[in-house]
Protein backbone atom coordinates (compact mmCIF):
# COMPACT_ATOMS: atom_id res chain seq x y z
CA UNK A 1 0.00 0.00 0.00
CA UNK A 2 1.30 3.50 -0.75
CA UNK A 3 0.16 6.47 0.38
CA UNK A 4 0.85 9.65 -1.32
CA UNK A 5 0.18 13.15 -0.24
CA UNK A 6 -1.48 15.48 -3.25
CA UNK A 7 -2.46 19.35 -3.38
CA UNK A 8 -5.29 19.99 -6.03
CA UNK A 9 -3.16 22.92 -8.48
CA UNK A 10 -5.89 23.46 -10.89
CA UNK A 11 -7.54 26.75 -11.01
CA UNK A 12 -11.21 26.12 -11.00
CA UNK A 13 -10.91 23.02 -8.20
CA UNK A 14 -12.55 19.26 -9.58
CA UNK A 15 -15.86 19.80 -10.74
CA UNK A 16 -17.38 17.34 -13.65
CA UNK A 17 -15.11 16.94 -16.74
CA UNK A 18 -11.38 16.98 -14.54
CA UNK A 19 -13.51 14.23 -12.28
CA UNK A 20 -14.41 11.81 -14.77
CA UNK A 21 -10.63 12.29 -16.43
CA UNK A 22 -9.42 11.46 -12.97
CA UNK A 23 -11.89 8.45 -12.78
CA UNK A 24 -10.71 7.10 -16.12
CA UNK A 25 -6.98 7.83 -14.91
CA UNK A 26 -7.39 5.65 -11.72
CA UNK A 27 -9.63 3.16 -13.78
CA UNK A 28 -6.64 2.47 -15.75
CA UNK A 29 -4.80 0.39 -12.99
CA UNK A 30 -5.17 -2.85 -11.65
CA UNK A 31 -4.81 -1.36 -8.03
CA UNK A 32 -7.48 0.10 -5.62
CA UNK A 33 -7.53 3.43 -5.44
CA UNK A 34 -8.63 5.72 -3.19
CA UNK A 35 -8.94 9.49 -2.20
CA UNK A 36 -8.87 10.01 1.55
CA UNK A 37 -10.11 13.60 2.98
CA UNK A 38 -10.62 14.15 6.37
CA UNK A 39 -12.55 11.06 7.45
CA UNK A 40 -13.73 10.03 4.09
CA UNK A 41 -12.33 7.33 1.89
CA UNK A 42 -13.66 7.49 -1.74
CA UNK A 43 -13.20 4.75 -4.54
CA UNK A 44 -11.62 6.84 -7.30
CA UNK A 45 -12.49 4.53 -9.69
CA UNK A 46 -16.57 5.32 -8.92
CA UNK A 47 -17.73 7.98 -10.86
CA UNK A 48 -20.92 9.10 -8.23
CA UNK A 49 -18.42 8.79 -5.13
CA UNK A 50 -15.69 10.85 -6.78
CA UNK A 51 -18.65 13.33 -7.75
CA UNK A 52 -19.64 13.69 -4.25
CA UNK A 53 -16.27 15.43 -3.32
CA UNK A 54 -16.03 19.49 -3.65
CA UNK A 55 -11.88 19.40 -4.03
CA UNK A 56 -10.79 23.36 -4.37
CA UNK A 57 -7.44 24.50 -5.24
CA UNK A 58 -4.85 24.30 -2.42
CA UNK A 59 -6.63 21.36 -1.03
CA UNK A 60 -4.88 18.48 0.41
CA UNK A 61 -5.72 14.75 0.79
CA UNK A 62 -4.26 11.80 0.79
CA UNK A 63 -3.93 8.90 -2.49
CA UNK A 64 -3.91 5.60 -1.59
CA UNK A 65 -2.87 2.49 -3.59
CA UNK A 66 -2.78 -0.84 -3.43
CA UNK A 67 -2.30 -3.30 -5.58
CA UNK A 68 0.09 -5.22 -8.36
CA UNK A 69 0.64 -1.48 -10.21
CA UNK A 70 0.40 0.67 -7.01
CA UNK A 71 3.58 2.36 -7.32
CA UNK A 72 2.32 3.37 -11.43
CA UNK A 73 -1.19 3.66 -10.08
CA UNK A 74 0.38 6.16 -7.30
CA UNK A 75 2.79 7.95 -9.71
CA UNK A 76 -0.44 7.97 -12.56
CA UNK A 77 -2.41 10.05 -9.70
CA UNK A 78 0.04 12.11 -8.66
CA UNK A 79 0.81 13.17 -11.80
CA UNK A 80 -3.05 13.91 -12.74
CA UNK A 81 -2.77 16.54 -9.87
CA UNK A 82 0.49 18.23 -11.09
CA UNK A 83 -0.94 18.77 -14.81
CA UNK A 84 -2.42 22.30 -14.33
CA UNK A 85 -4.31 22.17 -17.82
CA UNK A 86 -7.24 19.59 -16.64
Not at 36 to 42: G, N, R, S, V
Not at 71 to 78: F, H, L, N, P, R
Request: aromatic share 6%; proline share 2%; glycine share 6%.
Amino acid sequence: MIETPVVVKQEQGLDGRPIALLVQEASQYASKVYIHIDEKQINAKSIMGMMSLTLKEGETFTVVTEGEDEVKAAEGIKSFFSEDSK
